[in-house]
């Protein structure tokens, strides 16, 4: 497990540290050239393979497909210049944190590990960050200094305030991210807890994902799954800043506050899905690099095999 606790630092030495540890593992963990979290959408014809469920239609090799009598597609070599936009969530909801970190630290490190996978290929990264006073930009660029000065604008970002209405919705970010980088096909990677109503972020992520390759990485903490059987509990709604009193001694009501939760992620993994986003879930008592680790392996063979000629030798 890799644990840090950044806000306890100086914010130079917390960068240092975050850079360090991130950078080690990578080198350890992931073998071989750095090809990115997921396959880049590119510009250059690489070759033909029969057609998956899912693929997108808008790749349809009519003529391989017309030779072949079986329905082909024509996948796209990776460009290696493409731009990574973050859209990260620190609203109220993401100030929450029992297990080893607080969500908001959890999102701060997925962001340093996505940005550092995308940045050591050449790309350049640029982040939206939503905040209960408004939504902060952080214009796309290369390099080490533009990488740790979005690191460091994410660390000094200020609790939000329970209730407070000046926060954008994560549907508002993403629709915004959509009209600043449409001209450009590119990844981008959106981190939130995703606990506003699918209805209000569903369909700005598809949009999203109609021009740009989508992750999204979702971050949780345990409470946010299982109650633990202590007595009376005050809870705050960060979002609203309501409280009301839980009696989690009452075995049943921890028992539908389990399904309730376990619902709502199924519906969010099933929004996602629907949205056409890549899904990454980071849990904040769980190892998230190695889980960041494993996508990325995960995506590298699905695009090896995705990448293999047709039977026949087909191209």
């Given amino acids: 497990m890799t644990s840090l606790d950044l806000r306890s630092l100086a914010p130079e030495q917390a960068l240092r540290r975050l850079e360090l540890i991130i950078l080690r593992r990578l080198d350890g963990l992931l073998q071989g050239e750095h090809l990115g979290l997921l396959p880049g959408p590119g510009t250059e014809a690489a070759e033909g393979r029969e057609y998956l469920p899912g693929d997108d239609v808008r790749t349809m090799d009519w003529n391989l497909t017309a030779r072949t009598t079986v329905p082909h597609v024509r996948d796209r070599i990776a ?23 607080e969500k908001r630290d959890l999102a701060v490190y997925a962001v ?13 990264v640029g982040a939206q960050i939503l905040h209960g006073s408004g939504l902060r930009h952080v214009p796309a660029r290369t390099g080490r200094q533009h990488l740790l000065g979005l690191l460091r604008s994410l660390l ?66 345990p409470r946010e799954l299982s109650l633990p059987d202590v007595g009376l509990l005050t809870v705050v709604d960060p979002e609203t800043g309501r409280r009301r009193e839980i009696p ?32 990454l879930r980071l849990h904040t008592d769980g190892d998230w690099m190695r889980d960041i680790v494993q996508h990325v392996v995960t995506q590298r063979r699905l695009a090896a095999v995705a990448h293999r000629p047709p039977p026949g030798g087909a191209a």
């Fill in 79 to 101: 460009d290696r210049e493409l731009e990574t936009w973050l859209l990260v969530d620190a609203t109220a909801s993401m100030d929450f944190g029992t297990g080893r970190v």
């Fill in 112 to 124: 340093a590990a996505v940005a550092y996978l995308t940045e050591r290929t050449g790309n350049r």
């Fill in 156 to 221: 000094e970002v200020p609790r939000s305030q329970p209730g407070g209405q000046g926060a954008p919705s994560l549907g508002a970010g993403a629709d915004l991210l959509l009209r600043t980088t449409a001209r450009r096909r590119g990844l981008a990677v959106v981190v939130s807890d995703f606990l506003e109503t699918v209805e209000s972020w569903e369909r700005p992520l598809r949009l999203l994902a109609r021009h740009h390759q989508v992750l999204a990485v979702e971050v949780v903490d």
């Fill in 248 to 279: 989690t001694a009452s075995r049943r009501l921890r028992q539908r506050y389990a399904v309730a939760a376990a619902e709502q992620r199924a519906a969010i993994s099933a929004a996602l899905r629907r949205s056409g986003a890549a899904h």
